[in-house]
């Protein structure tokens, strides 16, 4: 095998609806870097961005008594952090998506409606 090409990234910690990323991991071929592995997009959390979450979430719960903030304005600010690589991230599946996007609406200019 010369290299392996999956649409998406599933080779993060999370398993998955099909666990791949332990497949991947885990297969004699592909392990250790023997063969690489092509990715169209990627779409795992950047762990820098999971810890600064983190902490944002912990400090405002810390001050939420004073702050008078609810659990879901906390949540809503949480939300909003994002780093350079996941701002990055979320750019190319905007990309991917609008090109998918594209390609389904020319094709249904040449389908047939139902009679």
Same mark, same amino acid.
């Given at each position: 095998m010369a290299g392996l090409y999956t649409e998406r990234e599933p080779c993060g910690s999370g398993q998955g609806h099909a666990d791949c990323s332990t497949r991947l991991r885990t297969h004699p071929e592909l392990k250790d870097g023997k063969v690489p592995v092509y990715y169209s997009i990627t779409y795992r959390t950047d762990p820098d961005g999971v810890?600064? @979450?983190?902490? $944002? @979430?912990?400090?405002?719960?810390?001050? =939420? $008594? =004073?702050?008078?903030? /609810?659990?879901?304005q906390i949540a809503n600010r949480v939300k909003k952090? @994002? /780093?350079e690589n996941e701002k990055e991230m979320q750019a190319e599946m905007d990309r991917h998506l609008?090109?998918?996007?594209?390609?389904?609406?020319k094709?249904?200019?040449h389908l047939d409606p139902p009679q």
């Open positions: 810890a600064k @979450r983190d902490a $944002e @979430r912990a400090k405002l719960k810390g001050k =939420q $008594e =004073q702050s008078g903030l /609810t659990d879901q952090i @994002r /780093t609008a090109a998918i996007g594209s390609v389904w609406a094709a249904m200019l």
